[in-house]
């Protein structure tokens, strides 16, 4: 039911809008709306807190119709539940009710701030700095954390109001130093520096972040000092679920873009879906989305039912992000020429996919976390 509702709201509100969104890098601000009022910005986030309470195999079955539509929709969707699950599991009670209920519900949107310029797969060697000091005219021993520093690659910087973000409290201990933090648009010393142009998902904001002597209340702390990196972590893990979920979407919209041009397109007297080499591309193309869906929804079943997920999660993004570059290489090669126009949805498709392997950990990542899981 949830997948078929998706759907239908997808295919109608979505895709219509989604080629102008990536020529024009408008933000859907109006989609999301309509998105947070079906609970799509916060499916795993219980109701009393504004969720829509559901699970793991729900969400990777709503990734995957909204990214069918638009790739870029639905990666501010991923990020935004992304930030809502470290908010339920380490935040407070006071954090749950300040931040995690508005963004469940839609009233501003999320986004994960780890990434910094020197520190994208090696996330332990942050360099953005966060020191206790007294909060002016309180009178109170640290009563605030500063921060220094830049973060980059940041999906909805730009159009975010909460953050999820990442400081060293203790450089000795590298990444038992990390500690993580919630902050606000708006904070003294807290600004959005350059916005990406990027090759694709181009409706969606990548920003750079900075931190100049940004203060930020000790109520904000996520968890304990040093766990930042522990807790960003996990969260990851269920981030590959939705990355493996966007990019069986975007296969999937590939290959009925390839099925039907093959059908409509005649060479030599006769529809080129009935040539061998088409036929065997789509059999292969058809197979290669299957084996991904179903590592997908294994590793949200995992998740559900409370078991190590991790190898997984990783195994599910590593294939289907794998996978769908290799998709839409093929659905664009049977477009022809016409596949490298903009006129046909295909294009977007292409650019859209080859992010897949590199955000949220690089496909070299993926293996290395899998081959540490079966050697331990």
């Given at each position: 039911?949830i997948?078929t509702?998706?759907?239908?709201f997808?295919?109608?509100?979505?895709?219509p809008?989604a080629a102008k969104?990536d020529?024009e890098?408008v933000?859907p601000k109006?989609t999301?709306l309509?998105?947070a009022?079906m609970?799509l910005?916060g499916?795993?986030v219980?109701a009393?807190?504004?969720?829509?309470?559901?699970d793991?195999?729900?969400?990777?079955?709503?990734?995957?119709?909204v990214a069918?539509?638009c790739?870029?929709?639905?990666?501010i969707?991923?990020v935004?539940?992304?930030?809502?699950?470290?908010l339920?599991k380490?935040?407070?009670?006071?954090?749950?009710?300040?931040y995690?209920?508005?963004l469940?519900r839609?009233k501003?949107i999320?986004?994960?701030?780890?990434?910094?310029?020197?520190?994208g797969?090696?996330a332990g060697?942050?360099?953005?700095?966060?020191?206790?000091?007294a909060g002016?005219?309180?009178?109170?021993?640290?009563?605030?954390?500063?921060?220094?520093g830049?973060?980059m690659?940041?999906?909805?910087?730009s159009h975010a109001?909460?953050f999820i973000?990442t400081?060293?409290?203790?450089k000795?201990?590298?990444?038992?130093g990390?500690t993580?933090?919630?902050?606000?648009?708006?904070?003294?010393?807290?600004?959005?520096g350059?916005?990406e142009?990027?090759m694709?998902l181009?409706?969606s904001?990548t920003?750079?972040?900075?931190?100049?002597?940004?203060?930020?209340?000790?109520?904000?702390?996520l968890g304990?000092?040093g766990?930042g990196?522990?807790?960003?972590m996990?969260a990851?893990?269920?981030?590959?679920?939705?990355?493996a979920?966007?990019?069986v979407?975007i296969a999937?919209a590939?290959?009925?873009?390839a099925?039907?041009?093959?059908?409509k397109r005649e060479?030599?007297?006769?529809?080129?879906?009935?040539f061998?080499g088409?036929?065997?591309?789509?059999?292969?193309?058809?197979?290669?989305?299957?084996?991904?869906?179903?590592?997908?929804l294994?590793?949200?079943?995992?998740?559900?039912?409370?078991l190590p997920?991790?190898?997984?999660?990783?195994m599910?993004?590593?294939f289907?992000?794998?996978?769908v570059?290799?998709v839409a290489y093929?659905a664009?090669?049977?477009?022809g020429?016409y596949g490298?126009?903009?006129d046909?949805?295909?294009?977007?498709?292409?650019?859209?996919?080859?992010?897949?392997?590199?955000y949220?950990?690089t496909?070299e990542?993926?293996?290395?976390?899998?081959?540490?899981?079966?050697?331990q």
């Amino acid at each position: 039911m949830i997948q078929t509702t998706v759907r239908e709201f997808a295919r109608k509100e979505i895709e219509p809008i989604a080629a102008k969104g990536d020529r024009e890098s408008v933000f859907p601000k109006e989609t999301l709306l309509k998105m947070a009022e079906m609970g799509l910005l916060g499916m795993m986030v219980p109701a009393e807190y504004g969720g829509a309470g559901l699970d793991t195999v729900s969400y990777a079955l709503a990734m995957q119709e909204v990214a069918y539509a638009c790739a870029s929709t639905s990666v501010i969707m991923g990020v935004n539940n992304l930030v809502c699950e470290p908010l339920f599991k380490f935040g407070t009670e006071a954090q749950k009710q300040k931040y995690l209920i508005p963004l469940a519900r839609g009233k501003c949107i999320g986004s994960f701030a780890l990434t910094e310029p020197g520190a994208g797969s090696d996330a332990g060697n942050q360099k953005t700095s966060a020191v206790p000091s007294a909060g002016p005219g309180t009178g109170l021993k640290d009563s605030f954390y500063i921060l220094n520093g830049t973060k980059m690659f940041i999906t909805s910087g730009s159009h975010a109001e909460v953050f999820i973000t990442t400081a060293v409290t203790d450089k000795a201990v590298r990444h038992h130093g990390i500690t993580a933090f919630i902050v606000e648009k708006g904070m003294p010393g807290f600004s959005v520096g350059k916005v990406e142009d990027k090759m694709g998902l181009r409706a969606s904001d990548t920003a750079e972040l900075i931190f100049e002597n940004c203060r930020v209340p000790r109520e904000n702390l996520l968890g304990k000092e040093g766990e930042g990196f522990k807790i960003m972590m996990i969260a990851l893990d269920g981030g590959r679920i939705g990355i493996a979920a966007q990019s069986v979407g975007i296969a999937q919209a590939c290959l009925d873009a390839a099925i039907g041009y093959a059908k409509k397109r005649e060479a030599f007297g006769q529809p080129i879906a009935e040539f061998q080499g088409i036929r065997w591309m789509i059999a292969d193309m058809a197979t290669e989305i299957e084996a991904a869906r179903l590592l997908t929804l294994q590793a949200a079943q995992l998740k559900d039912q409370g078991l190590p997920f991790t190898k997984e999660a990783s195994m599910a993004k590593l294939f289907a992000s794998e996978m769908v570059n290799r998709v839409a290489y093929k659905a664009l090669q049977i477009h022809g020429g016409y596949g490298y126009l903009k006129d046909f949805p295909v294009e977007r498709y292409y650019r859209d996919a080859r992010v897949t392997t590199l955000y949220e950990g690089t496909s070299e990542i993926q293996r290395n976390v899998i081959a540490k899981l079966i050697l331990q």
